[in-house]
Nanobody
Framework: QVQLVESGGGSVQAGGSLRLSCAAS????????MGWFRQAPGKEREFVAA????????AYADSVKGRFTITRDNTKNTVYLQMNSLKPEDTAVYCC??????????????WGQGTQVTVSS
């Protein structure tokens, strides 16, 4: 089994940046695609970004494309989400997930508990 723990969330002003980290424990990290999802109060969980086994193969939601960057370091069993030019609408709990490649939550088998990101105006 794989356990995922997110970190790096916090409160920032609009236009600021944060880098989220997701550390995985267990075997086979490099076999999994990794994704980031977010959920705001009263809203459905939405896809943010994903990276395949190859660090060069990524996917992003249109709402974050050009502002967020997902990367992974298989030597550290860690995936990152660099978030720049943050907007108040980015406020949400961000969760990382491991599974097969995809942009739907159903593609992922393991989930972290999430880290809060709050962006103020």
């Amino acid at each position: 089994q794989v356990q995922l723990v997110e970190s790096g969330g916090g409160s920032v002003q609009a236009g600021g940046s944060l880098r989220l980290s997701c550390a995985a424990s267990g075997r086979g990290f490099s076999r999994y695609a990794m994704g980031w999802f977010r959920q705001a109060p009263g809203k459905e969980r939405e896809f943010v970004a994903a990276v395949s086994h190859s660090i060069g193969i990524t996917a992003y939601a249109d709402s974050v494309k050009g502002r967020f960057t997902i990367t992974r370091d298989n030597t550290k069993n860690t995936v990152y989400l660099q978030m720049n030019s943050l907007k108040p609408e980015d406020t949400a709990v961000y969760c990382c997930a491991a599974g097969r490649p995809g942009i739907d939550a159903a593609a992922y088998d393991y989930w972290g508990q999430g880290t809060q990101v709050t962006v103020s105006s």
